[in-house]
């Protein structure tokens, strides 16, 4: 069965400082793999995946993630954060099969 | 554009209650799900839908029921309520588009639900 780990609860970063939210992930197959970001009171909002193709994935709010299949990994990044930034973060892993996994999630508190 | 639309938002109840959570969408999606999120814990799989007609268990299925008899609308049933069931409870969507798991799920806002 498909899982994914985050292994930080917390990340804080100054305005304007690059920020990584981090993912590790463990599939029998081929994965795919998604980010999505949570506000106060609301569901999840999707960010971005990968299915196949460029390691780098470009998302919505100039988020992007790298997949890199030999550390199993699909790290969470931005240039530039912003105080808007501040939620809560899901990694999530989808296998062929129609379930998805979620991550434990993690706070991104970007101060300013 | 409504996208996933859950009642009620907040409930309680008393242990041993029974009661329905709704859950309806407007996009024509095949893939329904839902989740429970717990402090820590991340999101986990209650039941899902491929498509009407069809459902199957997730990954914490016990004490649930669910039902999908039409493409828009899937209801969770909680049979007999336990304090272990206090939880916010999303309901979320996705097209069937390239195949299983190509596409992202659209949550609704969440129904929090607690159990005395």
């Known amino acids: 069965a498909q899982s994914v780990a985050q292994p930080e609860d917390q990340v804080n970063v100054a305005e304007g400082n690059p920020l990584t939210v981090k993912c590790t992930y463990s599939v029998s197959g081929n994965p795919y793999l998604f980010w999505y970001v949570q506000y106060p009171n609301r569901g999840l909002q999707f960010l971005l995946k990968?299915?196949?193709?460029?390691?780098l994935v470009k998302g919505s709010y100039g988020f992007e993630a790298e997949f890199n299949k030999s550390q199993t990994s699909f790290h969470l990044k931005k240039p530039s954060a912003l105080v808007s930034d501040s939620a809560l973060y899901f990694c999530?892993?989808?296998?062929?099969?129609?379930?998805?996994?979620f991550g434990a999630g993690t706070r991104l508190t970007v101060k300013p | 554009n409504a996208g996933v639309t859950q009642t009620p938002k907040f409930q309680v109840l008393k242990t041993g209650q029974s009661m329905t959570l709704q859950c309806a969408q407007d996009?024509?999606?095949?893939?329904m799900s839902w989740y429970r999120q717990d402090p820590g814990m991340g999101l986990r799989l209650i039941h899902y839908?491929?498509?009407?007609?069809?459902?199957d268990q997730g990954e914490v299925p016990n004490g649930y029921n669910v039902s999908r008899s039409t493409t828009e609308d899937f209801p969770l049933r909680l049979l007999s309520a336990a304090p272990s069931q206090t939880s916010v409870y999303f309901c979320?969507?996705?097209?069937?588009?390239?195949?299983?798991?190509?596409?992202?799920?659209?949550f609704g806002d969440g129904t929090r639900l607690s159990i005395l």
């Open positions: 999530a892993v989808r296998d062929h099969m129609r379930d998805m996994r």
């Open positions: 839908s491929v498509g009407a007609g069809i459902t």
């Open positions: 979320a969507s996705s097209s069937a588009l390239g195949g299983p798991g190509n596409q992202p799920q659209h």
């Open positions: 996009m024509n999606h095949e893939y």
């Open positions: 990968y299915i196949t193709g460029d390691n």
